[in-house]
């Protein structure tokens, strides 16, 4: 069974300023996915960024990046720029490839960005 | 639009009463499923369905039923609810089981039970 790790509870991070938040896992997969998922005050669940373990390149969208680090089972989140509307609770998340869309998430970060 | 709908957004009911959460999507997704999520332990899955008249067991099953019987339709059934099921309750549905397809998740649903 694949387990995700968040072993921050809590950020802050000023406006237009840079954190990062973590994220470690343990499976014994070698094909797989990893998601950051967003959850607003609104409790919409909003896809952040998406990241193939195949891949080396690490995933980028926009403000959003991952450090993604396979042989330490790491995948770290980085926003750049803060924003305001970036206040959310943060969930990293597991897929196994080829083997059904369950996701398998993580206990979440809230992500408190101040003005 | 795109959207997965869930009903109703908030319920508070008492232990025992049979209660059932319903789930559509208008994207004609073949796989469905339903998450649990409580403070600390992130989103778990109930439940999920490969495609109509086809379901399984996820990570915290207990207490739940599913079914479904249109494509379209993934109802969440508690028969006897106890307090130990108060949690918000997500929908999801992606394009097919098998392959990486995003997964599209309703608005969520609060469920209270005292």
């Known amino acids: 069974a694949q387990t995700v790790t968040q072993s921050q509870p809590e950020m802050s991070v000023q406006e237009a300023e840079t954190v990062t938040l973590s994220c470690t896992y343990d499976?014994?997969?070698?094909?797989?996915?990893l998601f950051w998922y967003k959850q607003p005050p609104s409790r919409q669940m909003i896809l952040v960024i998406r990241?193939?373990?195949?891949?080396?390149q690490n995933a980028t969208e926009n403000r959003f990046s991952v450090n993604f680090q396979k042989a330490a089972k790491s995948f770290s989140l980085k926003i750049s720029d803060s924003q305001l509307g970036d206040t959310a609770m943060y969930f990293c998340?597991?897929?196994?490839?080829?083997?059904?869309?369950?996701?398998?998430f993580g206990g979440g970060t809230r992500l408190m960005v101040k003005p | 639009e795109a959207q997965v709908t869930q009903n109703p957004r908030y319920l508070i009911t008492v232990t025992g009463k049979k209660l059932t959460v319903t789930c559509s999507q208008n994207?004609?997704?073949?796989?469905m499923s339903w998450y649990r999520q409580d403070p600390g332990l992130g989103l778990r899955q109930i439940y999920y369905?490969?495609?109509?008249?086809?379901?399984d067991k996820g990570d915290v099953p207990e207490g739940y039923k599913v079914s479904r019987k249109e494509k379209r339709n993934f109802p969440l059934i508690l028969e006897s609810p106890s307090p130990n099921q108060t949690s918000l309750y997500f929908c999801?549905?992606?394009?097919?089981?098998?392959?990486?397809?995003?997964?599209?998740f309703g608005p969520g649903t609060r469920l209270t039970v005292t």
């Open positions: 999801a549905s992606s394009l097919q089981y098998f392959g990486v397809s995003e997964q599209y």
């Open positions: 998340a597991f897929m196994k490839g080829n083997a059904g869309n369950m996701l398998t």
């Open positions: 990241q193939e373990a195949y891949k080396q």
């Open positions: 369905s490969m495609n109509v008249e086809v379901t």
């Open positions: 994207m004609n997704h073949e796989y």
């Open positions: 499976t014994s997969e070698s094909n797989y996915y």
